[in-house]
């Protein structure tokens, strides 16, 4: 069983900056997609970025330039520099996992964090 934890989210005025972090702990061989996501009341939870064991990213359009996802494997931790916050940032963000829990399993388990809610105002 794997378990994620979330942190750093917060309130922020617009144009300021807020950094989440994820760490997961439990039986994990490796982790070999990272993620976070986001969603508002009444619309479906959207990726905002995403990184991979090799090295990829890949970012919303609408955060680009702006925020900077990270991952630290050996600590099985990943963050989201978010930068030149914007109102419409405004959401709960997920941190999300995809974890290799055994060396003989073809498949990944995926795994969520709780949620951290970051709010920007204008």
């Known amino acids: 069983q794997v378990q994620l934890v979330e942190s750093g989210g917060g309130l922020v005025q617009a144009g300021g900056s807020l950094r989440l972090s994820c760490a997961a702990s439990?039986?994990?061989?490796?982790?070999?997609?990272m993620g976070w996501y986001r969603q508002v009341p009444g619309s479906q939870r959207e990726l905002v970025a995403a990184?991979?064991?090799?090295?990829?990213?890949n970012y919303a359009d609408s955060v680009k330039g702006r925020f900077t996802i990270s991952r630290d494997s050996g600590k099985n931790t990943v963050s989201l520099q978010m930068n030149s916050l914007k109102p419409e940032d405004t959401a709960v963000y997920y941190c999300?996992?995809?974890?290799?829990?055994?060396?003989?399993?073809?498949?990944?388990?995926?795994?969520w964090g709780q949620g951290t809610q970051v709010t920007v105002s204008s």
């Open positions: 990184t991979t064991s090799g090295g990829s990213t």
């Open positions: 999300n996992m995809h974890v290799r829990r055994a060396w003989y399993r073809g498949n990944d388990d995926e795994y």
């Open positions: 439990g039986t994990i061989v490796s982790i070999n997609l």
